[in-house]
């Protein structure tokens, strides 16, 4: 099995997503005051704005399971490459196009988890994740050629189709959601692409116990994400394709 690469020249990842999930919904209307304190203490020109989410009445958010995890606010900063989303029951951490690199992220993921942790106000971690959204574009969509991907349905092959799938696929400890989508067009601050898109997550079978728990799970959340792209997702062709550097 070849290598996994340290990175890509021609990068298809648009978007890298680390989320967590509790079960504590009283604390909506104050978490997102405490990580903006904190987070203005380092970033200076932050801001911070209300999603269309924040006005769904509470009692129907958490009866909806669409909704029960949706953020309802969102903090900017220009001059950072993340962006810091909270809701109900929910928080993300985003890092758009161009990815700072995963030593960069995991430190901001350690940062965010740390700030949590001392606010005392999540005691029930149900889940967390890290999602990577890669936009294929070496071939004009739709167009499944760059994946290890084989569908059939009645002796006709899918390979150049309008397609969305999404499969669970449990590996030891963890299982990847992946879902992918031909064509897809990706929104970015200074342009709008098309391609296929591959959504991975890779998500711990068994939540978390405590804060270190979840941060000693980190490495191998990522570790096991990059070997699921780079070993069963992408063609070879593909990765050379992309310029692999190792």
């Known amino acids: 099995m070849n290598p996994v690469p340290a990175r890509l020249r021609q990068e298809p990842l648009i978007e890298a997503i ?6 504590s919904p009283a604390i909506g209307d104050v978490l997102p ?20 989410a924040a006005d769904i009445p509470a009692p129907v958010a958490q009866i909806d399971p669409n909704l029960r995890f ?3 606010v969102i903090m900017e900063d220009p001059g950072s490459p993340f962006r810091w989303q909270v809701g109900d029951r929910v928080v ?28 005392g106000l999540i005691l029930n971690i149900q889940r967390h994740s890290l999602r990577y959204l890669d936009l294929l574009t070496l071939t004009p969509p739709p167009d499944l050629t ?32 992946i879902q992918v989508v031909t064509p897809a067009n990706a929104t970015l601050p200074n342009e709008t692409l098309t391609g296929t ?9 068994i939540p978390p116990t405590d804060w270190d728990a979840a941060q000693a799970q ?7 994400s990059k070997a699921m792209f780079f070993h069963h997702i992408l063609t070879e062709s593909a990765i050379q394709s992309l310029e692999p550097e190792y």
Not at 96 to 115: A, C, H, L
Request: net charge neutral; charged share 30%; aromatic share 6%.
């Open 146 to 177: 760059a994946l290890k991907l084989k569908v059939e349905l009645g002796g006709h092959e899918i390979r150049q189709h309008n397609c969305q799938i999404r499969l669970e696929i449990p590996e030891d400890e963890f299982v990847h959601v």
């Open 197 to 205: 898109l591959v959504d991975l997550e890779t998500v711990p079978k």
């Open 218 to 224: 980190l490495e191998i959340l990522h570790t096991q």
């Open 33 to 52: 005051g405490v990580l903006f304190s904190e987070l203005k203490t380092r970033c200076r020109n932050l801001s911070l704005r209300r999603l269309p």
């Open 70 to 72: 949706i953020a309802k």
């Open 92 to 119: 993300t951490l985003n890092c758009q196009k161009p990815y700072v690199g995963w030593k960069s992220f995991k430190e901001e993921i350690i940062r965010m988890m740390n700030t949590l942790q001392e606010s």
């Open 18 to 23: 680390w989320q967590i999930q509790f079960d």
